[in-house]
């Protein structure tokens, strides 16, 4: 059973793909007891209990990276 979840919505007929706590991790470089202390501190990415698992969607992610994004485009 994979890890990654793929909830549809019908709001604006958009698909949305929701990542675990250990996948975030490695996107962000960043260790899962981080991510958690993150939590208790209301910071990193935007975060949702999904019936008892703690899960993320990807355009949070995606948001709080572009929030910490330095230097050029080109």
Same mark, same amino acid.
């Given at each position: 059973?994979?890890?990654?979840?793929?909830?549809?919505?019908?709001?604006?007929?958009?698909?949305?793909? !929701? %990542?675990?706590?250990?996948?975030?991790?490695?996107?962000?470089d960043?260790?899962?007891?981080?991510?958690?202390?993150? &939590? $208790?501190?209301?910071?990193?990415?935007? !975060? %949702?209990?999904?019936?008892?698992?703690?899960?993320?969607r990807?355009d949070?992610?995606?948001?709080?990276?572009?929030? &910490? $994004?330095?230097?050029?485009?080109?």
């Amino acid at each position: 059973m994979a890890s990654r979840k793929e909830i549809y919505t019908t709001h604006k007929s958009a698909r949305l793909k !929701w %990542y675990s706590t250990a996948e975030v991790a490695k996107i962000v470089d960043k260790s899962e007891s981080t991510l958690k202390g993150w &939590r $208790r501190q209301n910071k990193g990415p935007n !975060w %949702y209990n999904v019936e008892g698992s703690i899960q993320y969607r990807s355009d949070d992610v995606q948001k709080y990276l572009d929030k &910490r $994004r330095h230097g050029s485009a080109d």
